[in-house]
């Protein structure tokens, strides 16, 4: 399970991952980070069994989370299935079924690089 961590500024310059991992004991895999001195985004990955737990940690220590269960949205009355997201997304989101464009939307890290190349907009992020 996907979580986009939105960390605040005040707590960004602490190990607030190593800890999460030390505390839970969970594999957390960092699948995108934007992080500057005064803010980060960041995208993990974590095992379903342990998402709660982490959440909460994360939580506990001042950090946003939200829960990434859909995070690329195709909208299917405007997609012409041209391929340009196959091509340009970096964690193969996309791929041909036949001559169809389909999304597994688990892969997506919400990078929002599609979004701005979909020629037909038809690609949005989903942040719930
Ligand atoms: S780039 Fe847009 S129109 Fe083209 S296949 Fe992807 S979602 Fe469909
Ligand atoms: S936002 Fe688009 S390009 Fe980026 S990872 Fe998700 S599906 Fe791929």
Redo the contacts with the bound molecule.
């Keep these: 399970m996907k979580l986009m961590l939105h960390v605040a500024p005040g707590i960004v310059r602490k190990p607030i991952v190593s800890s999460v991992i030390l505390e839970t004991k969970a594999l957390i895999n960092i699948e995108r980070a934007k992080v500057d001195a005064v803010s980060g985004e960041i995208v993990v990955d974590v095992d379903p069994e342990k998402c709660g737990e982490v959440k909460a940690a994360f939580e506990e220590k001042g950090v946003k989370v939200v829960l990434l269960e859909n995070p690329i949205i ?1 909208d299917e009355d ?9 091509s340009i997304c970096p964690t193969g989101t ?1 791929h041909f079924e036949g001559s169809l ?1 389909v999304a597994d939307a688990g892969k997506c890290v919400q990078c929002g690089t ?1 979004v701005a ?4 907009r ?2 949005k992020l989903v942040l719930k």
């Design positions: 195709k405007e997609c012409i299935h041209c391929g340009a997201c196959i996309f464009v599609c190349a979909c020629p037909q038809a690609l």
